[in-house]
């Protein structure tokens, strides 16, 4: 019965994904973000979201963060609708869409040929900075997390390996042993650090304790290695500001805990630059 579901929904996104494709980027960006407005809500709970905004934003009223919700989803929506222009962005036709802020940088560690360790969220469009990273030819590993749907998993995957970084690695154990295989190759890593895990610890994130990867830590502690945060935010329709942050380099009595909650300090204020550009969906503290 699953399968049937999956199957379904994998025919609705390809017929969409046709139609977003002839649309051209900035109509089907525009109707995509229309049209998850209007059906997201029914697929993910209110109250959750609500809860979830509420932690980091005690203070706002309800039509605040009903704002915050409305725009959450209307940016969703533009992020499906772009999947199918990754290509374009990649190959340079978008290169006047995406401006890079700190790509010397980039350009350095390249240069330095030291591997680092690439943090950030699910921000908007996200799958944007793992393919800016690789085509500044910085050799890149990225976890990602696969969808339950295995047809549209099947698809994603590949645009991520063409396009975006080629190095895909699926979240978990297994996954973490080939992180640290491609570390020591030289290869950098890329990762979210604002999603819910399974195996971490427990660490405040809005002064709420969530359970937080502590994988980006653990590099530091055992590497020496650098820290670099970046942010992606949709400066208008089409158009987005990519921004590298300053590597961070960590002392050596620094603790996995302590780096952890700095990591989640520094997530806590990308998100606050533009709180209706983050995923508020997922229960992060669960």
Known sequence: MKSIKYFIQFMIISILFLIFKILGLRYASYFSGKIISFVGPFFRSKVLIKSNILKAH??????????????MWNNYGRILAEYIFIKDFRNSKLRNNLEVKGQEILD???KENEPVIFVS???????????QIEK?????????????????????????????CKNQIKKGISGTKELLSFFKKKTSIALMIDQ???QGIKSNFFKHEALTTTIPAQFVKKFKCKIVPIYIERVKDINFKLTI??????????SIESITLNLNGILEKLILKNPDQWIWSHNRWK
């Open 245 to 254: 942050h300053e590597p961070i380099v960590y002392s050596d009595n620094e």
């Open 196 to 198: 819910r895990v399974s």
């Open 108 to 110: 350095m560690i390249k």
């Open 136 to 164: 500044s030819g910085i050799n890149l590993a990225a976890i990602y997390r696969p969808l339950n749907n295995k047809f549209l998993n099947f698809i994603m995957e590949k645009i991520r390996k063409q396009y975006i």
């Open 58 to 71: 005690p203070n706002l009223s309800r039509d605040q963060v009903k704002n915050i919700s409305k725009k």
């Open 121 to 131: 969220g699910h921000f908007n469009n996200f799958e944007l900075m793992a393919m």
